[in-house]
């Protein structure tokens, strides 16, 4: 494959990842956050559906392998989706885009702790950066988070706001998890059966709480534009974000496309700032740029020393 189509791919997907995590704020403000979730499986494992079959040169599933796939489910999907979908129910766009900068960092931090990758002092830099920019704009105070969408039944105030940006945090500590789980798992499965099959289960493990919000919800007050949008969502989280990623790593190494990360911050903000109407204060603009220095420091290449974990987009 030609080198720019490949950069196209990875430029592509964080992109993607960046938009719908800033656009997932109307989304949370129309509907609750569990029916909203299991819609967004639902819509992703319709989509998915062909890559559930096992390829005929695949061996057959372990109870390791089985066990992987739930944790990775579990952490990287459920989890994730709650944690960040709360989260930006609570914060503003913005916030959530420098929040999830730190992403490259903490993945290169979980490989350091579970698989024992040796780790440069410009990695341990990247994570001091990220604590510092999560820091920066936790104590912000930003206008837009005043007008920040009502959890399900509750008028958020903007006190809440760190409540969101913590919640956020856990989303990148699950995305982390999800990284390194992933790199087992993606030694004996292929990347497309990966991801119907740990769709199939954040569908089952949220389903129970999608039907039990379904069941009270007003479907008719939720405007088509919301619904063409939770549509965009499902598949770019699903979907096409996986497929670009991996459609540029097998020309790009792991190490060089984790710079396309910075994309995901940038296309958030953007989206927050130019779609959702928030603002950028002085004190968010410098954390936003501590933030993308982590992500240019983690993914950056050492001499000498093993490569972070590939870094893989949130669902």
């Given at each position: ?8 791919c ?5 992109s ?5 995590v ?5 989304l949370?403000?129309a ?15 319709a989509?998915?559906?062909r ?20 944790l ?13 979908l ?13 929040i ?24 341990w ?14 104590l ?9 969408a ?11 706001a ?30 497309k059966?990966i ?22 919800f ?16 499902s598949l770019?989280a ?14 790009i190494?792991a ?27 002085p ?6 740029g ?8 983690a993914t ?8 972070p974990a590939?870094?893989?987009p949130?669902?």
């Amino acid at each position: 494959m030609n080198r720019i189509v490949a950069y196209t791919c990875l430029g592509l997907s964080m992109s993607l990842v960046g938009s719908y995590v800033a656009l997932s704020k109307p989304l949370v403000a129309a509907l609750p956050v569990f029916l909203l979730a299991w819609l967004r499986f639902g819509i992703g494992g319709a989509a998915m559906l062909r890559w559930l079959k096992k390829p005929a040169g695949e061996a057959p599933m372990s109870r390791q392998t089985a066990r992987l796939l739930f944790l990775e489910s579990f952490l990287g999907n459920f989890l994730f989706s709650l944690c960040m979908l709360f989260g930006v129910s609570m914060t503003s766009a913005v916030a959530a885009g420098v929040i999830m900068a730190s992403i490259p960092a903490a993945v290169a931090l979980m490989s350091w702790l579970f698989l024992r990758e040796r780790i440069s002092l410009r990695v341990w830099g990247a994570v001091a950066c990220a604590v510092v920019g999560i820091a920066l704009v936790s104590l912000a105070k930003n206008p837009s988070a005043g007008h920040a969408a009502a959890a399900p039944q509750t008028e958020l105030a903007p006190s809440y706001a760190w409540l969101g940006n913590l919640l956020l945090v856990g989303a990148v500590l699950c995305e982390a998890f999800y990284a390194v789980i992933g790199k087992k798992l993606t030694g004996v499965l292929s990347p497309k059966r990966i991801s119907a099959l740990i769709n199939l289960w954040g569908f089952a493990l949220v389903t129970p709480l999608g039907l039990w919000a379904a069941w009270r919800f007003d479907f008719s007050g939720v405007a088509p534009s919301l619904w063409l949008l939770l549509v965009f969502y499902s598949l770019a989280a699903s979907v096409w974000t996986v497929w670009l990623w991996m459609t540029g790593l097998k020309t790009i190494p792991a190490n060089e496309a984790g710079v396309f990360a910075v994309l995901l911050p940038i296309s958030a903000a953007a989206v927050g700032v130019m779609v959702l109407g928030e603002t950028l204060n002085p004190t968010q603009i410098g954390a936003f740029g501590i933030a993308l220095a982590g992500v240019v420091l983690a993914t950056l290449p050492g001499r000498g020393l093993e490569k972070p974990a590939p870094v893989e987009p949130p669902r």
